[in-house]
Each structure stands twice: as C-alpha cells, then as structure tokens.
C-alpha cells in the first residue's frame, strides 16, 4: 500500500474511531474506487465493516450481513494489512456489534 492511498485512508480511520460510521464508510468511498486488487479489498473490507456498525447501532438491524462480507475480503488479505491487524479489527468489530461501549479502532 503506498504512501498516498494510507494518507488518504487515516480521515476515514479517525472517523471510525470515532464511532462515525458512515463518515468514514463515506470518507472510502473515494480511495475505493481508485484502489485495485488487495488495496481495494482492504477498503472494501472497510467501508462493509463501518457500514455493519452503522446498521447495528443507528438502525437496529441485529443482522450482520455486512460484517460476513467484510469477513469475505479479509480472508482475502494477510494477517495484517495496511498497518492493520485484521484479526483483531475482526474481533473488535464483532464485539462492538454486540456491546455499543466496545469502539473497534482501525488506527493505533
């Protein structure tokens, strides 16, 4: 991943931090449609994981189809991705889909 696209990413990463779901599903969208191959996966892995928190926690949605197809492009990638430890991004994500005080963080 090069220089450019991992600056790109961090607006989007700080949002998800945040708990500012669609802001950083929506802060992606731009270097998704740049990206290509692993990148591309990585982000859309991503932008489907900020969407799964999104739907759980602003709409009650208690199904997490965006979280399995986010699952489906890490599986994709190596254990860690981006400066990204995707298990444990996996873990958190599917933790806070459960408990609202349980914040994922992309960034360290």
Known sequence: ???T???????GARLFDAGEWWEAHEAWEGPWMRATGDDRHFIQALILLAAALH???HHGSLAHRNFHKAAAYLDRLP????????ARLRAEVWAALHDPALRPRVED
Do not use: C, F, I, Q
């Not at 254990?79 to 995707?86: A, H, I, K, R, S």
């Open 55 to 57: 739907k759980r926690w």
């Open 1 to 3: 991943m090069g220089e």
């Open 5 to 11: 696209l991992r600056e790109d990413l961090r607006a």
């Open 79 to 86: 254990p860690e991705y981006g400066g990204v430890n995707l």
